[in-house]
């Protein structure tokens, strides 16, 4: 095994994130130790209050973590940067500016010229199937919540991250349009082979898309299992219907369920 | 001027008309038939002509003051453009401040807190002792009212942007700087464009309450010297034309609204109300 930290995309050096409430001191996350490798689709589930976006988060550098320290590409960060994308999952996309301006928002930060920003703009739109023509002078109240999200999405990949974080991105999205975004989603991270941490509560969701399943548990957020789908890339949707992908989310919730109700005795 | 320019200008005014006339035929019903009860009621003699004076003698009033009419509407026009300008700038640079330093917040916010309940007009007073008679007190009141109305709105616009839309900049490589005018002034345009239209329209109520008690020009100090003399026509003429300029003011200001927030859903939420 290499040393910590070494080698790895991401390292996280025991994590440790409290809450000062007036009341109380909650902890969110303790003794977190993860490492991610480069081009590494990881997600995270666990039951809700178990952290995995508070840890999504502290990845991004919009949260300082209490303690514990993480490197990426082996160097301490902790503030948000154009490195790592963030795609929310609340609705994320600038309403004043059009499908344009959006994609190209951190482009125009960097100083990438016109014609160039015009170039990556047309090919992360196709990269994530909009391609309605006139699209692009679009404002995003005339879109749907589905093409808001891949409006999103192109805005994430179009900055050029070398990580893609996506917190419950499709949440809020129909059957349908999640499964959609997901095939859209393993095409680009096939295409771009950037790394992805994405949050999930959706178990289906988690084995179709991840290398690697990270478990959390609540009460304090912890990790608590790793699990490492049997289905390699490239992965075709047909896979979720496969007994051994319905077994393995049989197994998976097995644990959440475990981890819901017991959650608090994992630790004792 | 050539005629070209005429024509185009004159076709632009009558299609503009005919929009008028053709969407909004209902909403002057209800003017016309204000008007036709006024011009009964005053002309039957229902109603002394002290206490509600005839339309005709109201237009006989507007050519007896001719003479003083356009330099007194400039004055008052300029005092509330100033007043306007002054406090409606020095409002939300404050808040602004105040969002982005502790220590403006912490000097500035009590002040303000203290200060937004204080009436305005009862202020006249002590303005005309600081300031003396003139244009000082008047532009003074009204840049004190603006930028009371003007602070507060910032600062609740600047509180309710959306936390999403600044991590979100962040994390596309944005620092202090670009989020301040790539997300902050978009969002916060919005909530300003409505205080402008509401300290506007305050603007002309301080400006005649200013005038009114100490001055010795515009449209508020007309008015007074008509009441001197019991002319309540005159004060009419003059309170209709206030309100006119008002009225253009705001339509004006509206216009330039709806051009910088096609982007919220504001205008389809319009009928809401209504319709369900």
Known sequence: MVQMGEGSKVSLQQIQVVYQTKKRRVIALQDINLEIRDGEFVVFIGPSGCGKSTLLRVIAGLLKPTSGRMLIDGRPVNSPGADRAVVFQEDAVFPWLTVEQNVEYGLKIRGVNKRERAEIVDRCLKLVGLTKPGIQKMFPKELSGGMRKRVDIARAVANNPDILLMDEPFGMLDEMTKEKLQIETLKIWEETKKTICFVTHDLEEALFLADRIVVMGTDPGHIHTEVSPMFKPPRHIDIKTTVEFQEQRRNLQYILNYLSTKGGDVND | ?276
Request: net charge positive; hydrophobic share 55%.
């Open chain 2, 1 to 276: 001027m050539t005629d070209e320019i005429s024509s185009d200008k004159e076709t632009k005014i009558s299609s503009w008309f005919n929009a008028f006339k053709m969407n909004r035929p209902l909403k002057l019903v209800p003017i016309f038939a204000l008007l036709i009860i006024w011009y009964v009621v005053t002309n039957l003699g229902l109603v002394r002509p002290l206490f509600l004076p005839s339309p005709q003698s109201v237009i006989q009033s507007y050519v007896d003051l001719w003479p003083s009419l356009p330099a007194a509407t400039g004055i008052s026009l300029s005092m509330i453009l100033l007043g306007f300008t002054i406090g409606s700038t020095i409002g939300v640079a404050l808040s602004i401040l105040m969002a982005y330093s502790k220590g403006f917040l912490l000097v500035f916010e009590t002040i303000f807190d203290l200060l937004r309940p204080v009436p305005v007009f009862a202020l006249i007073p002590m303005f005309v002792l600081w300031f003396g008679i003139g244009m000082a007190p008047q532009v003074g009141l009204i840049a004190l009212g603006c930028s009371v109305i003007m602070g507060v709105t910032t600062t609740e616009a600047v509180r309710n942007i959306p936390n999403i839309y600044i991590q979100a900049s962040y994390t596309l490589g944005a620092n202090r700087r670009v989020v301040f005018r790539t997300i902050v002034l978009p969002t916060i345009f919005p909530h300003l464009i409505g205080a402008i239209r509401l300290a506007a329209a305050s603007s002309f109520g301080l400006d005649v309450a200013a005038e009114f008690m100490g001055s010795q020009t515009g449209l508020g100090y007309l008015m007074i010297v008509q009441q001197q003399y019991l002319n309540t026509s005159g004060i009419f003429a003059i309170v209709i034309l206030y309100s006119v300029i008002a009225f253009v003011v705001d339509k004006l200001i509206a216009m330039i609204e709806s051009r910088f927030t096609a982007w919220t859903d504001r205008s389809s939420k319009n009928n809401v109300l209504i319709n369900h």
